[in-house]
């Protein structure tokens, strides 16, 4: 069965860096896009990055362009997101998404438990 | 960027009711780039329905989705206290950003 399991999370002061990890199995990770979407506390779901099936295509939400930094292993089934300049309002749940298209339109069939990211003091 | 509106921000009903909730596009959005999710404190979101109305594998038949352009609906016909949670719709355009709504919250009454 498919499994996205997000790693990595933790506790940062400001100004500071982090990297997810999100393994990946069950599927095979190199045919698929992923992405990372992130959810604050008490707020709603929030895309942030998404890298096409073999790494050749890379984009990011205005709120961390420049700062995060999506990649993949596809020989290690893994899903990265490192992240830069850190700031409180990027404290969020992140969870990796796998990305799935059809003649139906595309979607998020998939998604990990998320890894919460604390950015404080 | 598309912004997508979610309403009602609440919705409280009972067991057994029926639950329509909205999400209205700032400007038109295909039909297959509309989804819908389902999220429950400390799980992970689950998938509903693509391309506006089509159900996910395993989702039972009491959720159903509708809609064009900017005005899309999703519709729990009966509910079952499992579906009491957040509701997200979402437009998975040919590009980014792929927005989501605010969010439905769908309360026990």
């Known amino acids: 069965q498919v499994q996205l399991v997000e790693s990595g999370g933790g506790v940062v002061q400001p100004g500071g860096s982090l990297r997810l990890s999100c393994a990946a199995s069950?599927?095979?990770?190199?045919?698929?896009?992923m992405h990372w979407v992130r959810q604050a506390p008490g707020k709603g779901l929030e895309w942030v990055a998404f890298?096409?099936?073999?790494?050749?295509?890379?984009y990011s939400a205005d709120s961390v362009k420049g700062r995060f930094t999506i990649s993949r292993d596809n020989s290690k089934n893994t899903l990265y997101l490192q992240m830069n300049s850190l700031r409180g309002d990027d404290t969020a749940v992140y969870y990796c998404?796998?990305?799935?298209?059809?003649?139906?339109?595309?979607?998020?069939?998939?998604w990990g438990q998320g890894t919460l990211v604390t950015v404080s003091s | 960027e598309i912004v997508l509106t979610q309403s009602p921000g609440t919705l409280s009903l009972s067991p057994g009711e029926r639950a329509t909730l909205s999400c209205r596009a700032s400007q038109s959005v295909s039909s297959s780039s509309l989804v819908w999710y389902q999220h429950k404190p400390g799980q992970a979101p689950r998938l509903l329905i693509y391309g506006a109305s089509s159900r996910a594998t395993g989702i039972p038949d009491r959720f159903s989705g509708s809609g064009s352009g900017t005005d899309f609906t999703l519709t729990i016909s009966r509910l079952e206290p499992e579906d009491f949670a957040v509701y997200y719709c979402q437009q998975f355009g040919s590009s980014p950003p792929y927005t989501f709504g605010q969010g439905t919250k769908l309360d026990i009454k």
């Open positions: 890298i096409r099936y073999d790494g050749s295509k890379k």
């Open positions: 069950g599927f095979t990770f190199s045919g698929f896009g």
């Open positions: 998404a796998k990305g799935f298209c059809s003649g139906g339109g595309c979607c998020y069939d998939y």
